[in-house]
């Protein structure tokens, strides 16, 4: 049973940081590329930030670039992301998964996200 949950959300002032985690199991994690993912209410769910099966390479949004940071431990089979300088903006549920993942593994692969909110 493929599990994601994600974890490390909470409320902080604007430009300040939190790290979030996501602990994989149920398949081979180091197998397959993983993302990033936020909801804001009311908006499309937006891809945030992926990074290759070995970490070799990473991609993110315009809006994040230069403040988030993804990366993976493969021994843990946990993917993070470092978010830095947040804004307003960027207040959303926060999910990892990736295309191959669905793919695979279907929409159930999708676990509960987590809460950011940036707010003075």
């Known amino acids: 049973q493929v599990q994601l949950v994600e974890s490390g959300g909470g409320l902080v002032q604007p430009g300040g940081s939190l790290r979030l985690s996501c602990a994989a199991s149920g398949f081979t994690f180091s197998r397959y590329t993983m993302s990033w993912y936020r909801q804001a209410p009311g908006k499309e769910r937006e891809l945030v930030a992926r990074?290759?099966?070995?970490?070799?390479?990473?991609n993110y949004a315009d809006s994040v670039k230069g403040r988030f940071t993804i990366s993976r431990d493969n021994a843990k089979n946990t993917v993070y992301l470092q978010m830095n300088s947040l804004k307003p903006e960027d207040t959303a549920v926060y999910f990892c998964?990736?295309?191959?993942?669905?793919?695979?593994?279907?929409?159930?692969?999708w676990g509960q996200g987590t809460q950011v909110t940036v707010s003075a």
């Open positions: 998964n990736d295309g191959d993942i669905l793919y695979a593994f279907g929409n159930d692969s």
């Open positions: 990074i290759g099966s070995a970490g070799g390479w990473t």
